[in-house]
């Protein structure tokens, strides 16, 4: 029997009964179906599917939409054809999609209409538009690209049809159970005709997700008989609570259907608003069957689950919780209401054996019992049909009293995982789950990776979490045993439970080696798309909680907020807490701070007052204590007369002489001609960090053997457009040699003088040159390489002494120096024409200076400090900048003019923007957590994302996406239409830009976390390097010929360390380190490397062969 035929029978018997509702919850009337409109449509789909497609044995259709009314038509409709079916969740990350549409070799995918655009934006490269619309089923077919098949897996496909392997390869990873596999006679092909029913995969939240592959013969016992033990009539109304990559979907939508019930389903956003949900459960719809996770239906909260959900009055006649561990005895007992009759059920089973594999109804005296003892377990039940279930201890040996691993199958519920093709009848799968059998009875323990050694004892942090929960002043919570080493429970408190009173209980009913190391309240708990504990999120919301202290005690006077205010300034800046009083003028960033620092007394700050401050971030950026100490008392004591005791500081604005305040200023040229009338060209090749580069040469990028290979380049009309930023993957040969044989003298006596720490490697890093610019240097360097006098090149960076210097690339010999009116992080950026350099300010003006002079040729003015470096358009010559003023502007540095300004609309604009020319974007990043995507010409916002965190790194693209990290830990990527392609996590807030190796697809960035990462393009791991400190540069990845011709990384941590990495592998090739912080990012030009310092200098140093590798 198969799951389309349960469910013709039923529409036999009540076509005209409802099948399915779908209600949007917005008011309008639910749209309603009958059996027969069910089947019907069905048929029409089947119709459609076996003219289009060419069926095979094993034939898979992918089905890319969202639940609604027509959902049971189309899972039917493919199901007849016959083929099995396999759900795309739109909602969930790219990559993981892709991975799966990839492994499973799908030849045709049904994209519901509504979602048509975001398909083909996200995986058009992957299937082709066929413009087959099936009339009134509102879907449309998809066939995969001949050119984006598998060949290897179609090439094995055909081997395995003429071998037919006795057992499958997988016997370690999927630990079958060796004695059923030797008595098993028969063997159960993945390819037989009409096997398989529906193709699911697993979270991959411990590695690759396991694609499962599910036969009829595995799920159909379990529909039938879970359809019996909850007696399910047509009068019943289930609900489908689990999305359809989750397999408990599947009993709910045929446990239904095969019953003449009604279906209901409702939008994924209601499912997230327990309000509303409750509303459309209990009262609009009256549900009698409801299977959830235990998780999912606490959201619901503890009043509304009793007044309600569980109440006397109630419409739900089963509850059948699932996927997780089910609640203790009071738990359950707090949670009905009296005289509630509601049947419970515990579930038990893993997606490898789909779906469930036991059930236990829980007597209906244990609920009017008076034992209230805080260990009362739910066993996991009895095996439902055709289920064999099994608990092993470690040898492998079945035990019948005491703790063991739990194995599940049976002679049919058998599921193909990845690439399983044969498996015997029988075969047993290994859970990870641990249970006690006692009396005959299984009681669940706990996960594998839940049970934890702690004080030398053992402990599963699941008995933790039971017994908080038995503790009624408890909502929910969950344990998290952080990176190994702390054990902290999360807590969703009910009414007003204290901290230290649940902590106080918790010692009281638990051995010493069981307490919490730590406790936290929080607001509700983090789900995943399944209903299930969201770990990674609790482990980032614990990151967060370690990044500021906590401050329990309520602020009740503007005294207190001023002195804790002093409290963290001194701290953040190291200075000796017995020290004066700050002076109220003084300023968090001009003190000693960092963007590191800042950061961490914008979370102090907020923690302290226990609430978001809007715009806090800019003013700590642009103000002094004292406008930051207004700021952050407006917020936490509004009804308060805000005044100091000195006067108000308003908030920082450029004036003229007059006194009035002007928001953009226009500045006559200092020298005696005017940028308009320059006259020459310099052809260069300008590189800066994160291996931005820019030619306006052809014959130097492609000279013979050493030519600069440039990327993605556009193919225009326009010679300069013809060029764009990209990565440096192989420096200029004939500079680089001619280089090594210049200045020999001063580059030796320079290594003499100085003790760079240098380490064994393949590489060796030596100084030199360096250059003292008088304070700290944080900006990143530009290097110029004009064609006609390559030995010329020149290096631009200034310092926070307000100086900006002009260094001889290979002599270290400053051409010019030019002192501005404040400090400068702001990296370099060079014109068009080679004859201007720019660059941003703290005191809000961008300057633009003749490169060989260092003459002020132009100022303009924004409304705030400059700390962002400029870009330059190729294709029109326009200089692009960002502003502590919110805005970013568009300047003609040629007319003298403002092209067009655009407030970013989330805060100040930090990092610098990247100018993308196909297509022609300017991607911006906020401290308000925004990427915004930007019409360079006409600068208008294009699309924008919100991150939701502070971005300080820039954002960095190449022809297909565009990545930006972010403080909240994660580098996302993005396409070029707004969509997010996938993000990937670490463990620390990212300050680090991108920096991508587009001939290589691969992006490198650093972390707070102490971590440098290598990614492909689809967001997965390839390798990463620990480093000594936090990572705030940006890497450099570059290929010399002079270097053994690898291609290499050059990153550095904000101790001064140095590494050279194999880019491949993240192999050490050499090390080094300079005597002071690096905040500044490297660039690489031939062998030469060169970084900005906070010992004040910048240095260059020569990257070379060690003479023992030469040797060897």
């Not at 005289?339 to 469930?356: A, D, H, P, R």
Request: proline share 4%.
């Amino acid at each position: 029997m198969t799951l389309q035929q349960i469910v013709q029978t039923a529409a036999n018997l009540y076509p005209e009964r409802r099948a399915v509702c779908f209600d949007d919850c917005n008011n309008t009337v639910p749209a309603v179906y009958t059996y027969k409109t069910v089947i019907t449509l069905a048929t029409e789909l089947t119709d459609f599917l076996r003219g289009k497609c060419n069926p095979t044995a094993d034939f898979v259709i992918g089905l890319y939409c969202c639940p609604g009314i027509n959902l049971p038509s189309w899972i039917i409709g493919i199901l007849q054809v016959p083929a099995a079916y396999s759900p795309i969740d739109p909602d969930a990350l790219p990559t993981l999609s892709t991975y799966v549409m990839k492994k499973c070799n799908f030849k045709y995918v049904l994209v519901e209409k509504g979602k048509l655009d975001k398909f083909k934006v996200i995986f058009g490269h992957l299937f082709c538009h066929n413009f087959c619309e099936i009339q009134n089923v509102g879907l449309i077919l998809f066939e995969r690209n001949q050119s984006s098949i598998d060949v290897n897996l179609l090439i094995s496909h055909e081997k395995e049809q003429n071998e037919r392997p006795a057992v499958t390869s997988c016997w370690e990873e999927n630990t079958l159970d060796q004695n059923e596999t030797k008595q098993s006679k028969e063997l159960l092909d993945v390819r037989s005709q009409y096997l398989l029913a529906y193709v699911l995969h697993t979270s991959g939240t411990t590695g690759s997700p396991k694609i499962v592959r599910v036969p009829h013969r595995c799920i159909v016992p379990n529909i039938l008989h879970l359809q019996d033990l909850f007696q399910i009539t047509p009068d019943d109304v289930v609900f489908m609570a689990s999305p359809l990559t989750f397999d408990p979907s599947v009993v709910e939508l045929f446990v239904t259907l095969a019953s003449g019930a009604s279906l209901l389903i409702v939008p994924q956003l209601i499912k997230m608003m327990p309000q509303e949900l409750s509303e459309a459960l209990f009262q609009h719809h009256r549900v009698s069957v409801l299977q959830a996770t235990p998780t999912l239906l606490r959201r619901f909260g503890i009043q509304r689950i009793k007044s309600t959900v569980l109440s006397a009055s109630t419409s739900l006649r089963v509850l059948a919780l699932g996927g997780e561990a089910f609640p203790g005895l009071n738990v359950l007992r707090s949670w009905k209401g009296k005289g509630n009759k509601t049947q419970v059920f515990n579930l038990y089973g893993i997606t490898e054996v789909s779906c469930w594999a036991t059930c236990y109804k829980i007597p209906e005296a244990l609920f009017g019992s008076d034992d209230h003892r805080f260990d009362s377990p739910v066993p996991l039940g009895t095996p439902l049909s055709g289920t064999r279930v099994e608990v092993k201890n470690s040898s492998g040996s079945a035990i019948l009293d005491g703790e063991g691993q739990v194995f599940i199958g049976g002679e049919e519920r058998v599921c193909f995982l990845d690439g399983e093709v044969a498996l015997p009848g029988a075969t047993m799968r290994a859970t990870g789950d641990f249970v006690r059998v006692k009396d005959a009875e299984m009681f669940y323990l706990g996960r594998k990776d839940n049970q934890i050694k702690r004080h030398g004892k053992k402990l599963n942090i699941e008995y933790v979490q039971q017994l908080a929960e038995d503790i009624c002043q408890v909502e929910a919570c969950t344990g998290l045993w952080f990176q190994q080493e702390k054990l902290i429970l999360f807590v969703v408190p009910k009414g007003g439970l204290k901290r230290e009173a649940l902590f106080r209980k918790l010692q009281e009913c638990l051995p010493s080696y069981a307490v919490p190391d730590e406790l936290l309240l929080i607001d509700a708990l983090p789900l995943t798309s399944h209903g299930k504990i969201d770990v990674s999120e609790l482990s980032k919301i614990y990151s967060c909680h370690l990044n500021s202290r906590s401050h329990e005690s309520k602020l009740n006077k503007r005294e207190e907020l001023w002195e804790r205010l002093q409290w963290f300034w001194k701290s953040l800046l190291n200075l000796p807490d017995d020290s004066s009083i700050i002076a109220e003028d003084s300023r968090f960033l001009n003190s000693g701070g960092d963007s590191l620092k800042l950061l961490r007394l914008h979370e102090e700050i907020e923690n302290l007052v226990g609430r978001a401050i809007p715009g806090l971030l800019e003013v700590i950026l642009s103000s002094s204590i004292a406008e930051v100490y207004t700021h952050v008392l407006k917020t936490a004591f509004p009804s308060e007369e805000q005044e100091l005791s000195c006067n108000s500081f308003a908030k920082r604005k450029r004036r003229d002489s007059s006194g009035e305040e002007q928001s953009i200023k226009y500045v006559e040229p200092k020298g005696e001609c005017s940028l308009k009338c320059e006259a020459h060209t310099v052809r260069f090749v300008a590189i800066s960090r994160g291996n931005r580069l820019l030619s306006t040469d052809e014959h130097l990028k492609n000279q013979r053997g050493a030519g600069i290979q440039q990327s993605e380049l556009m193919h225009s009309s326009l010679a300069l457009s013809e060029h764009r930023e990209s990565e440096v993957l192989k420096s200029n040969e004939t500079i680089a040699s001619n280089a090594n044989t210049t200045e020999t003298d001063s580059v030796q006596q320079t290594h003499l003088k100085e003790n760079f720490g240098r380490t064994a490697g393949k590489l060796t890093l030596d100084v030199r040159w360096k250059s003292d610019l008088g304070k700290c240097v944080d900006a990143s360097p530009l290097v110029v390489i004009p064609v006609i006098d390559q030995l010329s090149a020149s290096v631009y960076i200034g310092s926070h002494s307000h100086a900006i210097q002009a260094i001889d690339l290979y002599s270290g010999k400053v051409k010019w120096e030019r002192c501005l009116a404040d400090r400068i992080e702001s990296s370099a950026c060079v014109s068009m024409c080679g004859n201007f350099i720019i660059v941003g300010c703290y005191n809000g003006l961008v300057y633009v200076l003749r490169s060989s002079s260092g003459e002020i040729q132009w100022e303009f003015v924004a409304e705030d400090a400059v700390k962002s470096s400029a870009v330059m358009d190729p294709s029109t010559g326009l200089v692009f900048v960002g502003s502590h003023d919110q805005h970013i502007y568009a300047l003609d540095i040629y007319k003298e003019e403002c092209v067009w300004k655009l407030h970013s609309g989330a805060g100040a604009v930090f990092s610098s923007p990247y100018l993308n020319l196909l297509p022609h974007h300017l991607y911006v990043a906020t401290l308000g957590g925004l990427l915004l995507a930007v019409n360079p010409v006409m600068g208008r916002p294009v699309w924008k994302s919100i991150c939701g965190k502070p971005i300080f790194s820039s954002p960095h693209c190449n022809k297909d996406c565009v990545c930006v990290g972010c403080v909240d830990g994660n580098l996302y990527c993005f396409s070029h239409f707004g969509e997010k392609v996938w993000q990937f996590s670490t463990n620390g807030p990212i300050f680090s830009s991108p920096c991508l190796s587009s001939s290589a697809g691969e992006v490198f960035f650093g972390s707070h976390d102490h971590f440098t990462y290598c990614c492909n393009m689809e967001g997965n791991l390839m390798w990463k390097f620990k480093t000594t400190s936090t990572v705030y540069a940006t890497p450099f990845v570059f290929h010399s010929c002079d270097l053994e011709n690898e291609t290499l990384l050059a990153i550095i941590s904000t101790d001064g360390r140095i590494w050279i990495l194999n880019a491949k592998t993240g192999m050490v090739e050499g090390s080094g380190k300079l005597p002071g912080e690096v905040f500044s990012s490297p660039v690489v030009w031939g062998t030469k490397l060169v970084v900005g310092c906070r010992n004040n200098y910048v240095y260059c140093l020569d990257l070379c062969i060690a003479k023992n590798s030469k040797t060897a």
